[in-house]
């Protein structure tokens, strides 16, 4: 019993972490979980992040990225993509489904320091740790986390939503 309590404290805590951050993008399914979420690929409606470089698209399975609750939010991002060095308030747990994303830690992006994650690979990432990421082909990743979500970049100049 104990150790649902502490699911349910960590399920939240990591859904709070993809909420907020202006991201404009669909949710398919409720964090409620009670209800099942069944998704197939052809149910996705990816939607452009504007809280990212231009080019990635995202699509929420599960919850609303600026409530709180748990997440699970895919983001599909193009050949030779720079997500510049950030952080997140919360944990931030990243799959990768397809392609290669390369990540890495600090405050600059420095490619010749940073891993590959092939297909399979996944990252989990404490709160507030500085990292970026990048890409040479198409890649898929998913990202598991409480809501709500924000970004911080490192430096605000490479903010996004700055830019508009």
């Known amino acids: 019993m104990a150790t649902l309590r502490r699911d349910k404290k960590f399920r939240a805590i990591t859904a709070a972490l993809l909420i907020g951050a202006g991201c404009a993008v669909t949710s398919v ?3 409620d979980p009670a209800e099942v979420i069944m998704v197939k690929p052809d149910d ?4 452009e992040v504007n809280s990212l470089p ?3 698209k995202a699509v929420v399975i599960e919850g609303q990225m600026d409530k709180a609750g748990p997440i699970t939010a895919r ?3 193009p050949a030779n993509y720079v997500i510049p060095p950030h952080w997140h308030p919360q944990v931030e747990r990243v799959t990768v489904l397809s392609g ?3 990540y890495g830690m600090g405050d600059k992006a420095d490619k010749q320091k940073s891993t590959a994650l092939p297909a399979g690979s996944v990252v989990v ?3 507030k740790m500085h990292h970026y990421a990048w890409t040479t082909e198409p890649t898929v ?5 409480v809501g709500p979500w924000d970004i911080v970049y490192i430096n605000p100049a490479d ?3 700055k830019k508009k």
Do not use: C, I
């Open 29 to 31: 399914g409720a964090a």
């Open 44 to 47: 996705l409606k990816w939607t």
């Open 159 to 161: 903010d996004p939503r």
């Open 75 to 77: 983001l599909s991002l």
């Open 100 to 102: 290669t994303f390369n």
């Open 54 to 56: 231009s080019g990635a």
């Open 141 to 145: 990743v998913q990202l598991n986390t």
């Open 125 to 127: 990432m404490p709160p």
